[in-house]
């Protein structure tokens, strides 16, 4: 389960329209989220807020025979003002991570609202036929607003106590429409009898991210280490295919590859990641003119292939949802070098809870879908039969056959 200060990261991403599915990083989160999760070992009290729309703040404290704890601070130059940030009115599904419905890609400067700043200036590669022009703010809050999240800036410090303590910060900022800059800084203090200086280490990475294809450049200080982390989407660009309606799956191919002069380490692996989208399973109006051949998928569903060639180890993981409700997650590995395999599954179950409108309650949509993707005429009990199988060698329903074999007697 995800804390407070982790809740309200997330939300910047989102608030910003950061997609962190496009990311090699986040190639194998919907199988982590199922499978990998951590069980308490103690009691923890967790007491946050958000007190203003800007400014956060968390405190932990925690037993195992010695108390220990964290005081931890968060301030976001964007604001926060429609955030749930209540026990009562944070949904539980955004706190606890489960099947991760991985979304489109999708052109930040699209999205973020970056080209609202850019009237009159030319973008290469851009011309005025590949996409619409975006809306430009007239007013001066809209003004604000665009500037805000163009120059999207988060700071988060934790300091965990007793001594020795550990201070953790991150700075996270949004340099342009598609790159963002991390720096993550961890110091430890030392033995309370050493003189010598904190051990402290410097994460930095930059994230370039297109739609298309994403990069992510990393160093540490800890051993100067290198690293690069790609990830590109096989299909239309979305920077030029704005009007073309929402792909049904997505297939991404990635690799990493990490290198420290100092401890002679490399490191690297590469991946495949196979995966329906929303728009496979959403059904659109009968209005709609692709109504007809848009194709609707039974249940979500993720698969993913990676392999680290240098320690000889393959992982294949297969993720789905069968209901709202309920979704299934496995992972098999194996190590070529060593012979050894693991075999883990897992699943989610949520407790529906019931709504005081039926219409929008149906437990049994699900299945209805599936029977409209089959040749069958009937409908399920209490369900109109649908308007694709109605044609003019379709069957009819028993009560249509009896009125119809009526109508003939007379």
Request: net charge neutral.
């Amino acid at each position: 389960m995800l804390d407070f200060m982790d809740y309200i990261q997330l939300s910047f991403a989102e608030a910003t329209h950061w997609n962190r599915d496009n990311s090699y990083s986040s190639l194998n989160t919907t199988a982590q989220s199922i499978l990998d999760f951590s069980t308490p070992e103690r009691l923890r009290v967790h007491l946050s807020s958000l007190s203003t729309p800007h400014f956060a703040t968390s405190y932990t404290l925690g037993t195992v025979g010695l108390l220990d704890g964290s005081v931890s601070y968060l301030f976001s130059t964007v604001p926060f003002d429609n955030l749930p940030s209540g026990s009562a009115s944070i949904p539980l599904r955004k706190i606890s991570p489960g099947y991760r419905q991985v979304q489109a890609p999708a052109a930040p400067i699209e999205t973020w609202g970056w080209d609202s700043l850019l009237d009159g200036v030319s973008i290469p590669g851009l011309t005025n036929g590949s996409r619409p022009e975006p809306p430009i703010p007239k007013d001066e809050e809209s003004i604000k607003e665009s500037e805000a999240k163009r120059k999207a800036t988060l700071l988060h410090a934790s300091l965990h106590l007793p001594p020795p303590s550990t201070l953790y910060a991150l700075f996270l900022r949004r340099i342009s429409s598609n790159m963002q800059l991390s720096l993550a800084v961890c110091s430890t203090q030392g033995p309370p009898q050493s003189k010598s200086a904190p051990q402290a280490s410097m994460l930095t990475q930059l994230s370039h991210d297109t739609g298309k294809y994403s990069n992510e450049y990393l160093f540490s200080t800890d051993n100067a280490l290198f690293g690069w982390r790609g990830l590109w989407n096989f299909g239309p660009d979305p920077r030029y295919t704005r009007d073309v309606p929402p792909p049904l799956s997505l297939l991404s191919a990635g690799a990493e590859a990490y290198y420290s002069p100092i401890s002679s380490l490399i490191g690297m692996s590469t991946g495949l990641r196979f995966t329906t989208l929303p728009a496979a399973t959403e059904i659109p109006p009968s209005s709609s003119p692709s109504s007809t051949r848009t194709p609707i998928s039974t249940f979500p569903y993720t698969l993913t292939l990676t392999l680290a060639p240098i320690v000889g180890s393959l992982s294949t993981t297969y993720s789905l949802r069968a209901s709202p409700n309920l979704a299934f997650s496995s992972r098999f590995g194996f190590n070529v070098y060593s012979w050894e395999s693991e075999m883990v599954a897992g699943c989610e179950l949520w407790r529906r809870t019931k709504k005081s409108d039926s219409s929008n309650d149906d437990d049994l949509e699900w299945a209805r879908r599936k029977m409209r993707m089959h040749d069958f005429g009937v409908s399920l009990p209490g369900s109109p039969a649908s308007p694709l199988l109605r044609g003019p060698g379709s069957p009819r329903g028993p009560g249509e056959l009896q009125r119809a074999h009526r109508g003939r007697d007379e």
